[in-house]
């Protein structure tokens, strides 16, 4: 089904998020492009969330934390709010201002607000330049696209290096179970 961007809904969304993914996959996009095309559709799916979420999904945002010396869970943390178990769906970190030096971000779930984890984003570049981080297109090696989290646990995310500098806010999708 081909979607046009002016017939973008909330019905529709998921259909053209997976029509501009196979195409992400084609020699003639361009990388650039693609992380313009996920900044447009972080912005709209934020707008349709926020019209349109069912009470079983949640999302906690914020702005990742300045560190000259990074702590595991420093950059961020929370602990699940859904007061039961859920699953981890969409985590975006969207980099505005790259870090003064070489650093990258693990974003994961973890038994607690101090534990480092990188089951959702591992080693996502934080210091190169402006850029829109997310599970699906930035994994890494040990990333994965959803992840079950129980009633007990943190998603947390650490910065590998001095992270001053770095001006970048954070949105994490969670369904409950």
């Known amino acids: 089904m081909a979607i046009s ?12 998020v997976d029509n501009l993914r196979r195409a992400s ?7 650039g492009k693609l992380d313009l095309v ?14 349109r979420r069912p009470a079983n999904v949640s999302v906690m945002s914020g702005s990742l934390v300045v560190e000259a010396a990074p702590a595991a869970g420093g950059a961020f943390s929370f602990a699940n709010p859904t007061g039961g178990d859920c699953f981890v ?9 790259q870090t003064t030096g070489v650093a990258t971000v693990d974003v994961g779930v973890a038994a607690n607000a101090t534990t480092s984890d990188d089951t959702l ?9 402006a850029i829109t981080l997310n599970n699906i297109l ?3 090696t040990n ?3 959803s992840i079950k989290m ?28």
């Open 5 to 16: 961007g002016n017939q973008i809904n909330a019905d529709t969304l998921p259909v053209y």
């Open 25 to 31: 996959n084609d020699d003639n996009i361009v990388s």
């Open 38 to 51: 996920d900044n447009a559709l972080l912005g709209l799916f934020n707008n349709l969330v926020s019209k």
């Open 89 to 97: 769906l969409d985590v975006v970190v969207d980099v505005t201002t």
């Open 121 to 129: 984003i591992d080693g996502g570049d934080i210091g190169t330049g």
């Open 138 to 140: 930035h994994a890494g």
């Open 143 to 145: 990333g994965l696209r």
């Open 150 to 177: 129980t009633s007990a646990q943190f998603v947390t995310a650490t910065a590998s290096a001095d992270s001053t500098g770095l001006v970048a806010t954070y949105a994490v999708s969670l369904l409950k179970a």
